[in-house]
């Protein structure tokens, strides 16, 4: 499942039966290749829904089993250090050999255990058209620094 189709599916309690609101954000921690926890936006405010309280992800919405489960984010808290695709699409990707492969512009999850299994590399084009993507087996992360993912090419390439 592509990150990207997370954003705006409606996180529904199964227990009270409501919409406790929109996935605003998939928040991953690269070093592990995990999908970490989900950042919320509802009608009490925003709020954070560790994967693990996950119950199921559907094709249009995200069950959890309650509303207890929501955690409220906070400055220097457990969630702090996960990163968004909007910021992981800040990082440049670079190979061992040196070769700039791109930015992230989207990774790709298993739903049932929220293991990140490919990024998609892309550099090159104007407004999103064109250019190069290159698709990255999660096995392939050596590294996730402040502004460099590095990876190796001796894994490879989903499908191969």
């Not at 096995?139 to 402040?146: K, N």
């Amino acid at each position: 499942m592509q990150a990207k189709a997370l954003n705006g599916m409606a996180i529904v309690s199964l227990q009270e039966g409501t919409r406790l609101g929109r996935v605003h954000a998939a928040l991953f921690d690269l070093s592990t290749r995990q999908l970490e926890a989900l950042s919320v936006h509802g009608d009490a405010g925003s709020f954070m829904v560790p994967f693990a309280q996950i119950e199921q992800i559907g094709s249009d919405a995200i069950t959890v089993s309650s509303s207890q489960v929501t955690q409220t984010p906070s400055t220097g808290g457990v969630f702090d250090a996960l990163l968004g695709l909007d910021a992981l699409s800040k990082l440049k990707v670079v190979d061992q050999a040196g070769t700039h492969l791109g930015t992230i512009n989207e990774i790709e999850f298993d739903p049932a255990s929220g293991q990140v299994t490919q990024l998609i590399a892309h550099k090159g084009g104007v407004l999103g058209l064109g250019g190069t993507s290159t698709p990255l087996d999660a096995r392939a992360i050596l590294m996730v620094g402040p502004e460099l993912v590095t990876v190796t090419t001796s894994v490879p390439p989903p499908g191969c």
